[in-house]
Structures are given as structure tokens and as C-alpha cells.
């Protein structure tokens, strides 16, 4: 089955500087990339995701990368803020029915004002 | 007001007890999720469904079970042959058109 690693389990960076989040995924079949935010005390949210035909998405502060051929993708935030301090979790699925996502440990970013 | 409500918040149980959390969404979504949370591991997939009367394992399956009667809930019960039950239980739907998961706020289980 699916097996999805994530590095760094912490990630302390100062205000305004960037801070990058890695995956790596071992079933080449997966073609689903989400990436979840969950602040201290919340539920866990959708902040981006990407699909294996694209190599590269951004929305305004985040980006994330996938290189298929190396079965790696990363979140990338930049100008961190200190509401960006969060634990981050990358998960990756097969786009079919069931969208059985399978979750890295989580990165716990802490953005120092 | 939409969502997904997960009860109760905080669970106690003597050790040996089953005990069932309940998880309840109006999003009218199709598929609904279990997932487990422990510190240092992510979530873990426990149990999902994708349609009423229908549901299949995930990777934590074992001392775990579920049921869907109805497209609204999808209760979890946490048997005595659970063997490290405390933690913290998320249940997540989705709809049908889309990959993202809609999270509840999670119900904590302690097991004395």
C-alpha cells in the first residue's frame, strides 16, 4: 500500500522568511497530493492540493511542486506570517471514488514574530 | 449552519468498555472517513464509506467498527479488543465531485 513520508517533523523560521515542507510517496499510482493545515486546537483544513498532470500550483503565498519521477512533492509558504503557525500534513490518494488519502506525520511550523 | 459535528468532545472509559462516537454531517456528502490521530504519526485511516450500507477497512481497522444506515451519519465503536484506543478520532466527509475532506472537530478518548 501507499506509504507517505514528510519531513521536518518541526520547522522554526522568522516572520516573513520562507519556509518549505517536504513528501515523499512510494505507489507511482498516486496521482492526488492534498495538503491539510490544522491549527492548535482545530480541525484540520484543505489549504492546496495538486494532480500529477501539473507539475506546479500557487495560490497566493503557497505553492506546492510534484516530481512524479521522483515520487517527492513539497508545500512551499512564503512571507510567513505567524497565523501560518500550524502543523502542516501532506496526504496522497489515487483520484478514484473512494479518494483513500494516506497521510504523512505532520510538520509542526512555528513562524517567530 | 453546514457541517460535520463529531460528539462527544471528550471521552473517558475504564479499560475493557466499548464505546461508540458519533459523527454527523448535513453537507449531503457521499463519503464519510474515521481517521485516528496520535502525536508523531499523522492521521490513520480507520474505516470509510462511500455509500449507505457500504463501508471497507483502512489500514487501522482492527478492534475498530462502523456502521451507515444513513447518508448522515457514520458512527464509530471502539471495542474492548482495541489495543491502545486513547486518542484522538477525527471523522471527515467528502463529496462526490472532489477530493477534499471536510473535518469534524474530533472527539478525544481516554482510556483509563
Known amino acids: 500500500g501507499e506509504n507517505v513520508e514528510q519531513h521536518p517533523s518541526t520547522l522554526s523560521v522568522q516572520e516573513g522568511d520562507s519556509a518549505v515542507i517536504k513528501c515523499t510517496y512510494s505507489?507511482?499510482?498516486?496521482?492526488?497530493f492534498p495538503w491539510y493545515k490544522q491549527e492548535l486546537g482545530k480541525r484540520p483544513q484543505l489549504i492546496i492540493d495538486?494532480?500529477?498532470?501539473?507539475g506546479e500550483k500557487k495560490d497566493q503565498r503557497i505553492a506546492v511542486t510534484l516530481n512524479k519521477t521522483a515520487k517527492h512533492f513539497s508545500l512551499h509558504i512564503t512571507e510567513t506570517q505567524p497565523e501560518d503557525s500550524a502543523v502542516y500534513f501532506c496526504?496522497?490518494?489515487?483520484?478514484?471514488?473512494?479518494?483513500?488519502?494516506?497521510f504523512g506525520s505532520g510538520t509542526r511550523l512555528l513562524v517567530r514574530p | 449552519d453546514g457541517g460535520i459535528t463529531q460528539s462527544p468532545k471528550y471521552l473517558f472509559r475504564k479499560e475493557g468498555q466499548n464505546v461508540t462516537l458519533s459523527c454527523e454531517q448535513n453537507?449531503?456528502?457521499?463519503?464519510m472517513y474515521w481517521y485516528r490521530q496520535d502525536p508523531g504519526q499523522g492521521l490513520r485511516l480507520i474505516y470509510y464509506?462511500?455509500?449507505?450500507?457500504?463501508?471497507q477497512k483502512g489500514d487501522i481497522a482492527e478492534g475498530y467498527s462502523v456502521s451507515r444506515e444513513k447518508k448522515e451519519s457514520f458512527p464509530l465503536t471502539v471495542t474492548s479488543a482495541q489495543k491502545n484506543p486513547t486518542a484522538f478520532y477525527l471523522c471527515?466527509?467528502?463529496?462526490?465531485?472532489?477530493?477534499?475532506?471536510?473535518f469534524g472537530e474530533g472527539s478525544r478518548l481516554t482510556v483509563l
Open positions: 471527515a466527509s467528502r463529496p462526490l465531485s472532489t477530493g477534499e475532506l471536510f
Open positions: 453537507l449531503n456528502h457521499d463519503a
Open positions: 464509506s462511500q455509500i449507505v450500507n457500504d463501508f
Open positions: 505507489d507511482s499510482a498516486s496521482n492526488y
Open positions: 496526504a496522497a490518494s489515487l483520484e478514484d471514488s473512494s479518494y483513500k488519502l494516506i
Open positions: 495538486i494532480r500529477s498532470n501539473v
